[in-house]
Structures are given as structure tokens and as C-alpha cells.
């Protein structure tokens, strides 16, 4: 026998109505991936500008210490070259992490990782974060190419798949069809698997020409290749759950009332009871209690402020001040300066318990999303936009490590109040992120697809079942 | 060709059919008459392998449907009462798709061809199937028989609703088709086409066959007469508990 596969993509691809919801999730889909590129092209632009911003500075500054070391300027009161306090103490350096392979494919705009932070020797980089929520548990979020793939893919799909047996039956061409001397299960596997390459084509190539357009010159292709299987996962998971409820319909009604309450069970129920579950046994930090232990340190070393100063300078008596400066230096260099690197090593457990409970929560997400596919892609896809809190974590370590490093390089001349040399600006340390393990990143990857395969096996399980009795009465 | 032997089939409290035992040989048009509920379709639908018979089997040129339903459709053709075609496609198109169904893949002018022995008219090959009337699509199904090649046809009240030429001609392309030596099974309510087609009749009531005879030779009148006192004979055996 022949297959039908292009008598059936004619039948389909011509029925009514067809063309039209093509074209609609094609305009979203485009739309999405609009949006997700307008985010990274603002975010691009934003880290380019505070980049060329910052090294604009530091060059000024080099500049103008060498024109004061020549004798060919007077420094001024404030913002002098050679003053630590005034040059680099408050100055923010914009650190960018490794950029995500497939960023265009979210919009999010509360993603647990920054993707520019500005760290000098006081910033506590870590109050800057607009939320401690981990967005993968909001099921909504911004209209973009992860909101279309996981929400509206499948429901699209189910609009195209619910009455590829049903409507036969109900119309009484169902027995025409099955005489012709193919099983109705031959006949709605092609005809599923037509309408699945037709949403897979549209959503697909949309995010692959969104990916090369915006990420060209990147290595994104595994990750491309990572999210298309997921999605087709997803897609195919939804094509076998049409299979299974077509198997049995009498009618397209019920065929339709069956898929659209599999589709509110496991993409808007089951997200929200697994979500439930895991701020149970897992639960996000606490922010409250992140804040009170900031102002109890905070209380604390402001009351035991002399304290600190000595001890700081007990404990490095190479850094003692060297000369007078004025109350204003005398306040941010013995005053400031060690109360900064006193709070950060108080709050630094706290910090690390709020980054293990969000990695926690995203591990158990990870665990519980076999039960809705549709989360499973959301959690796939943040990944690989760069939202796992796996990679915030990562990044932030990077970044607590360059703040020491910039911190040893500065610290002596600051608390010394000794003045900064040229030679000071030529080897200030440079912010090198390193990469996420590949083992640590694919085996989160891996272990998404797994729970997007996990639902897709018993999907085919069931219509395999049902579609193999399946007959034309 | 067709043979049911002893064939049983029940639906929960209801018999359909009670140990029919029938045949059509190669070439023979057999018209099995018989009131609503007798079991004809139920007949069929056995010859077909859409239910599973309780006892007895059905044969397809020796095979059972029960138990090889692909092999068993492979040699046959259906034309149901109603043919439900796709209404976007042409009736062109609808037959190029079934008989890819049926595992042809026929030229367009072949198309043209099936279509026209159907009796369906050239101008309306290529027109969409939804603008058709049932005896178009009546005729539409024909030739999805014709292009299947089957050696045995089962029709289910084929020309239900049909005019007087239309049913005229179909019963014309039966005859053509039983010269090809295929056996057709026609279950129906109309006994003037049975008469004019078949070469046995058979009068099906409560599942059962009550008669079988040739065609040859009886008048309209005697077989309804026939048909009648057959039903008629075998209502109060139904009525019983």
C-alpha cells in the first residue's frame, strides 16, 4: 500500500478553515518572536551603551592622571583620577553574563538572571534583583514565542486534530473510508501526523528564522535542535491524545469537549496544583526574611561601626591610612568601606540559602513536569533563553569572584589612601564569566525532554490501544 | 464469493441475526429484502468487519473479516446509503483520494473515466462535491467501487432517494458489472430495482432468512405478495416473548 500522505495533506491543507488558523498561528508566532527579539535587541543596546559608557570613563580617568602626573592639570575637589574613593569605589562595572543561546525565544522581563549588573567595591549586587520569584512558576508572562509554543501550539494543534476520525463517523463517511481496505488507525496516524508537521513547520520555522536572524554567529544550533525536539514532544504528545479521544468519538463534539478537557487539565491545571506542591515542599526564598536579616546586620554594624573599623584595620595593618583626607574620604574609606565588606560576608549564608531555595524550586519543578507537558516546554524553553536559576547562581558566583579580585586590586590603595598610578587603570582585573558546565546544562536540558518524552510514551500507549479496535460504527 | 455461514450476532437483549446462512456466487446480484430492523445492514456490516459476528462466520472470497479485515476489504467495494463524500474536494478528486485508500493511484483522464461510467456528468468532475446531489454523490461512490476493481460489491440501500433514471442507470451499471463476473450483495427496501437487477432475492425479517428465490420469472406483484405474507407471517413470531 501506498502511503497517503499526499492525498491527506491536500485534504487537509484544503479543508475549511485550515488555511486561515495556519495563517493566524503564523501571524502570533511572528508576532512572539518580535517581541523576544525587540527585548534582546533593547537588552543588547542597553549592556553595548553602559559597556562603551564605562570604559569611556575609566579612559577619562587614565587620561586625566596622566595630564595631572605631567603637571598639565589641577585636580579639582572632586573626582579626581588618583583618589580611590573618587575614582573607583562607587564606580559600577556592567558585568554580562555568557549570553543564552536562544534568548529570543523569551520575553520574560523578570528573569532570575540580570543579564547586566553594575558591581564596584560597595555594590551589593544582590539587591537589585526586581523579584525572588521564580518566573518559571508564573504561567502567563509577556507575549512571546515560549507563551506561543507552550499555550497556544497545543491548542491550535487540538482545533486541527479533534475530528480527524470523529467527524467521519458523525457525517457517515467513516464506513466509505474504512472499506476501502486501510484500518482507521493507518488513516488517523497520517492524517495526525500532516497536522502535526503543518503547526510544527509553522511555530518551528518562525523560532529557527528568529534564531538565526538575531542570534547569527552564535554556537545555538544545539540548543535550536534541543528546543524543536521539545517542542515536537509537546506537539506530538497533544497528536496522540487526539488519536486516543478519536478512537472512540461518536461525534466531533465530544471529540472536541474531550481534548479541550485534557488541555484545561493539564495546561492550566495541573501547572497551577504542581505549582502549589512545589512552593510546599519547596518554597521560594523568603524575601521578608531575607530583608530583616539585611537590616539586623545592617543595625548591627552601624551600632559597632568603630568596632569594625578597627578590626578591619587590625587586620591589615599594611592598609592603615597614609595621610589626612578630608571628613568626607575619612568617612567612605575607614568607615564605609569596611562596614560594605563586613555586611557582605554576614549576608553572604543568607544570599546562598535564597539562591539554593530557588534552585531547589526549579529542581522540583523539573521533577513534577512530566505531569504537564506544556510546562515542561515553558521550563525547557527558559533554559534555553537563559532563565534557569542554575545559571543565576553561576553567574553570581562569577561575579562575587571578580568583586574580590577588584576589591584585592583596589582595597590597598583605597584604605590606605594611598594615590592610584596609571599602572593601577592598565591592570584593573577584566570580568571573564565562565560558561556553564555543558554536563550540568544539557543534564537539565536532557531531563526536560525526558519529561516532555515521559507523557508523549503514555499518549502513544493509550492511542495505540484505542485506535488499534478503532472501527467505523 | 460471499458466503455467511450460520451467522449470529446480538446487540445486549436484541438479536440482529439469527444463523444466517447465505451466498453469492461470482457474477450473481443477490437483493436482500426485508423491513427496518430485519438485520440487512447488520449482514453487511459482518461481510464488512465492522462488527464481529457472535457466532458463525462471514467469507470474503475465503477470507473471514472477523479475523482478517484488511485482506477481507482488499476484495471488496461499499456504497453505503448515504455516500458522505468531502465537499471541498471535486467528485475527481474525492475518487483520486479513495482509491489511493484502497491502494490505485490512477491519471486524471483514468479519473474522468471511472466518473463517467458512474454515470456522473463531464462538467461536473471537477466541481466542488458540496454542490452535488445524492444522486451525484450516489454516483461518485460508484465509481470509487468501480476504481477499487473489488470482486465483490455490497451496496446498502444504493438507490434510496435516487430518481427513476438515476436509479435506472444504476441498476444498468449492475448488470455491466455483473457480466465482469463481480458478486453483488444489494440490501434494500426497493422491490421493483430488486427484481429488475438480481438474480436471487432473499427476504430477511427478525434476522432470520425467511425466503430465498430466483428472479427469474416473477412479476413485481407476486414478489411483493411474497415479501408480504412473509413479513406478515413472521411479525407475530417477533411479537412474542
Known amino acids: 500500500m501506498r502511503p497517503l500522505w499526499r492525498q491527506e495533506a491536500r485534504l487537509f491543507l484544503r479543508a475549511p478553515g485550515v488555511a486561515p488558523l495556519l495563517a493566524v498561528l503564523f501571524a502570533l508566532s511572528v508576532l512572539g518572536a518580535w517581541n523576544g527579539a525587540q527585548r534582546l535587541e533593547a537588552e543588547r543596546a542597553r549592556i553595548a551603551e553602559a559597556v562603551a559608557a564605562d570604559q569611556a570613563a575609566f579612559a577619562r580617568k587614565r587620561d586625566q592622571l596622566v595630564a595631572l602626573e605631567a603637571g598639565r592639570a589641577q585636580e579639582g575637589q572632586f573626582g579626581s583620577a588618583r583618589k580611590a574613593h573618587q575614582a573607583v569605589m562607587s564606580a559600577g562595572r556592567p558585568l554580562v553574563p555568557p549570553p543564552a543561546e536562544l534568548g529570543v525565544l523569551s520575553a520574560a522581563e523578570a528573569r532570575p538572571t540580570p543579564d547586566l549588573l553594575a558591581v564596584s567595591l560597595l555594590t551589593r549586587h544582590r539587591d537589585q534583583q526586581p523579584t525572588l520569584d521564580d518566573p518559571t512558576n508564573r504561567l502567563d508572562g509577556p507575549f512571546d514565542l515560549s507563551f506561543v509554543a507552550t499555550w497556544l501550539a497545543p491548542l491550535f494543534l487540538l482545533f486541527l486534530t479533534y475530528d480527524v476520525l470523529a467527524r467521519d463517523r458523525e457525517q457517515g463517511s467513516a464506513g466509505l473510508l474504512a472499506s476501502q481496505g486501510r484500518t482507521l488507525a493507518a488513516i488517523a496516524a497520517v492524517r495526525l501526523a500532516v497536522r502535526f508537521v503543518a503547526v510544527f513547520a509553522v511555530v518551528g520555522a518562525v523560532a529557527v528564522a528568529a534564531a538565526v536572524v538575531t542570534e547569527a554567529g552564535r554556537a545555538s544550533l544545539p540548543a535550536l535542535l534541543a528546543w524543536l525536539a521539545g517542542l515536537a514532544l509537546c506537539l506530538g504528545t497533544w497528536c496522540a491524545l487526539a488519536g486516543a479521544v478519536n478512537a472512540r468519538a461518536r461525534n466531533s463534539a465530544s471529540a472536541s469537549l474531550a481534548l479541550l478537557s485534557i488541555w484545561i487539565a493539564t495546561c492550566l491545571l495541573a501547572p497551577a496544583v504542581i505549582s502549589a506542591a512545589v512552593g510546599a515542599v519547596a518554597p521560594p526564598p523568603d524575601r521578608l526574611g531575607g530583608v530583616l536579616a539585611m537590616r539586623e546586620i545592617e543595625s548591627g554594624l552601624n551600632r559597632r561601626r568603630a568596632e569594625v573599623t578597627a578590626a578591619y584595620y587590625a587586620a591589615r595593618p599594611q592598609n592603615r591610612p597614609v595621610r589626612q583626607g578630608d571628613e568626607y574620604e575619612h568617612y567612605f574609606v575607614t568607615e564605609m568601606f569596611p562596614r560594605t565588606l563586613a555586611f557582605d560576608a554576614a549576608f553572604a549564608p543568607v544570599a546562598a540559602g535564597m539562591d539554593r531555595a530557588r534552585v531547589r524550586q526549579a529542581e522540583a519543578l523539573r521533577w513534577a513536569s512530566p505531569a504537564s507537558p506544556s510546562l515542561a516546554l515553558k521550563l525547557l524553553t527558559e533554559d534555553l533563553a537563559g532563565g534557569a536559576p542554575e545559571r543565576r547562581v553561576r553567574y553570581l558566583a562569577d561575579v562575587d569572584a571578580w568583586q574580590a579580585r577588584w576589591r584585592g586590586h583596589f582595597e590597598p590603595k583605597l584604605a590606605s589612601m594611598r594615590f592610584l598610578t596609571v599602572e593601577d587603570y592598565d591592570r584593573m582585573p577584566r570580568f571573564e564569566p565562565r560558561p556553564e558546565a555543558a554536563a550540568a546544562r544539557w543534564g537539565r536540558i536532557v531531563a526536560l525532554l525526558g519529561a516532555l518524552a515521559l507523557p508523549l510514551l503514555l499518549a502513544l500507549a493509550w492511542a495505540w490501544r484505542a485506535l488499534r479496535s478503532a472501527g467505523p460504527l | ?241
Not at chain 2, 426497493?190 to 427484481?195: E, K, Y
Open chain 2, 1 to 241: 464469493m460471499l458466503s455467511a455461514e450460520r451467522l449470529h450476532k446480538r446487540y445486549g437483549a436484541h438479536t440482529a441475526l439469527h444463523g444466517l446462512d447465505l451466498t453469492v456466487r461470482p457474477g450473481e446480484v443477490y437483493a436482500l429484502l426485508g423491513p427496518n430492523g430485519a438485520g440487512k445492514t447488520t449482514t453487511i456490516n459482518c461481510f464488512l468487519g465492522f462488527v464481529r459476528p457472535d457466532g458463525g462466520r462471514a467469507l470474503v472470497d475465503g477470507r473471514d473479516p472477523a479475523l482478517d479485515p484488511q485482506g477481507a476489504r482488499q476484495a471488496l467495494a461499499y456504497i453505503p446509503e448515504q455516500v458522505n463524500l468531502y465537499g471541498w474536494f471535486s467528485g475527481r478528486e474525492n475518487l483520486a483520494y479513495f482509491a489511493e485508500l484502497g491502494g490505485h493511484r490512477y491519471r486524471k483522464a483514468e479519473l474522468g473515466g471511472f466518473l463517467t461510467e458512474a454515470g456522473l456528468e463531464a462538467d461536473a468532475h471537477d466541481r466542488p462535491v458540496s454542490g452535488y446531489s445524492k444522486g451525484m454523490r450516489q454516483k461518485v461512490g460508484i465509481a470509487i467501487a468501480l476504481a477499487k476493481d473489488a470482486r465483490a460489491l455490497l451496496l446498502d440501500e444504493p438507490t434510496s432517494g435516487l430518481d427513476p433514471r438515476a436509479s435506472h442507470e444504476f441498476s444498468e451499471l449492475l448488470r455491466r458489472l455483473s457480466a465482469r463476473k463481480v458478486s453483488i450483495l444489494m440490501a434494500t427496501h426497493d422491490i421493483f430495482r430488486a427484481l429488475d437487477v438480481a438474480n436471487r432475492i432473499g427476504i430477511m425479517v427478525g434476522g432470520r432468512l425467511i425466503e430465498e428465490m430466483d428472479a427469474g420469472g416473477l412479476s413485481a406483484a407476486g414478489l411483493e405478495a411474497r415479501y408480504l405474507n412473509a413479513t406478515l407471517a413472521a411479525a407475530p413470531a417477533e411479537a412474542a416473548p
